[in-house]
């Protein structure tokens, strides 16, 4: 089997997805702007060739590097690069090559789309918020009308919380249409809720091989837009009625053969519409894994390795790591050079050194949502990784 995996070195974990494809006897065939000895050689070790271009921004290069694979090593079984800025371009060389197992170009644009996705999550049976496509100030005052403040607007075709904002009042309106971007966007009613995500590895049928639940803080947006300190954790297991609608909703979108990431808000207040409180509306969907070192955080919940499950779902489609049975939760917490915090990091590690399984300073890429250095520990339950949360972004 030849994979072709396009920027293999970001994340800097994602030489687990390479090292354990190449396990399962996989041709890894790496493309990336980073020069080959920069890699690590964890990454090397992996790789069965690297092909370095001046920038994978540009298409033709890219192109190339996969042309020269494919007349060396035979027809390219997949092409992935498990990262949300590449999917489209993913999908473009996929149909260009004739590689059938991921997924295309439409497709790419029904899971980027955040209008497009509401017609997926209503075949689902997935309630999500109201939603208005802005053209002008006028048709947005009106779909107000119905809504009320506050609102969020966004890029209808986005990555993450990037160019999110809170609209609460006409002065934020007027503000947001006086220098209204020319991307598309949204805008949705605002909803009062917690943040989870539905986590999975699904088969060629879309069904889950592996599932998990993390515990996000309120708004990811915030912690963007206002620099705030992100601090979120893996739970211990997936409560039953958010198997059933991130089940539910991988069908809908056909995600398959995928690890994905499915966002949802636990209502914390009743909405028209919606649900009860503690019912579940869809957010938005991501045929990635979750950002940063969250896979790495599911192996340490989890007891087991999500990345070894994820090539045996490539190479035989079905599952062979098995259960661990000793699950609990991983938690992160990011600081940022910004502010001043109460507990040094010396005082961090003499409380918590036998329980933290990462920590370090964050890759400037990563700056924006996860902090400029950030620890990673053990928790037996919910209520030790909030107190891991509150001792580390304690702040002066």
């Not at 249409?177 to 009062?192: I, S």
């Not at 056909?254 to 690890?259: I, K, L, Y």
């Not at 000793?326 to 003499?350: K, L």
């Amino acid at each position: 089997m030849n994979f072709v995996f396009i920027s293999p070195y970001f994340p800097r974990t994602y030489w687990n997805f390479c090292d354990r494809l190449h396990r399962n006897g996989v041709n890894v065939l790496g493309v990336g702007d980073c020069p080959y000895d920069e890699l690590e050689d964890n990454l090397k070790n992996a790789l069965t060739e690297y092909y370095r271009v001046d920038s994978l921004e540009d298409y033709g290069q890219v192109f190339r590097a996969v042309a020269f694979f494919s007349f060396k090593y035979g027809k390219i079984d997949w092409l992935e690069s498990n990262n949300e800025y590449w999917l489209a371009q993913d999908a473009r060389l996929r149909e260009d090559f004739n590689i059938t197992t991921g997924v295309n170009t439409k497709e790419v644009a029904c899971f980027r789309s955040k209008s497009g996705m509401k017609e997926y999550y209503a075949k689902a049976g997935v309630p999500t918020a109201r939603c208005h496509k802005i053209t002008t100030a006028e048709e947005a005052k009106k779909f107000l009308g119905e809504v009320g403040y506050p609102v969020i607007v966004k890029p209808d075709n986005g990555v993450g919380a990037s160019a999110t904002y809170k609209l609460e009042n006409d002065e934020d309106f007027d503000r947001f249409f006086a220098e209204l971007p020319e991307t598309p966007y949204v805008m949705e009613e605002f909803v009062e809720g917690d943040l989870f995500s539905y986590d999975a590895i699904t088969d060629s049928h879309c069904e889950p091989l592996f599932e998990s639940m993390t515990c996000w803080p309120p708004s990811i947006m915030d912690i963007v837009n206002k620099q705030l300190d992100l601090a979120y954790y893996v739970a211990a297991d997936v409560p039953e009625a958010l198997r059933k609608a991130g089940r539910a909703t991988a069908k809908a979108f056909g995600a398959r053969s995928r690890f994905i990431h499915l966002e949802f808000f636990r209502l914390t207040k009743a909405r028209r519409g919606l649900g009860e409180v503690g019912d579940y509306v869809g957010l938005e969907v991501n045929m990635r894994p979750a950002g940063g070192y969250t896979p790495d955080m599911m192996d340490y919940a989890h007891s087991l390795d999500v990345y070894q499950i994820w090539a045996d779902m490539v190479t035989s489609d079905k599952r062979i790591f098995p259960e661990s049975g000793n699950d609990h939760c991983c938690v992160y917490t990011g600081r940022r050079d910004c502010f001043r915090y109460v507990h040094s990091h010396e005082e961090i590690m003499e409380r918590y050194g036998d329980k933290i399984v990462m920590q370090e300073r964050m890759p400037e890429l990563m700056w924006a949502t996860m902090g400029n250095y950030m620890y990673t520990a053990h928790a037996a339950d919910n209520e030790a990784a909030e107190e891991f949360i509150r001792f580390v972004e304690e702040r002066v």
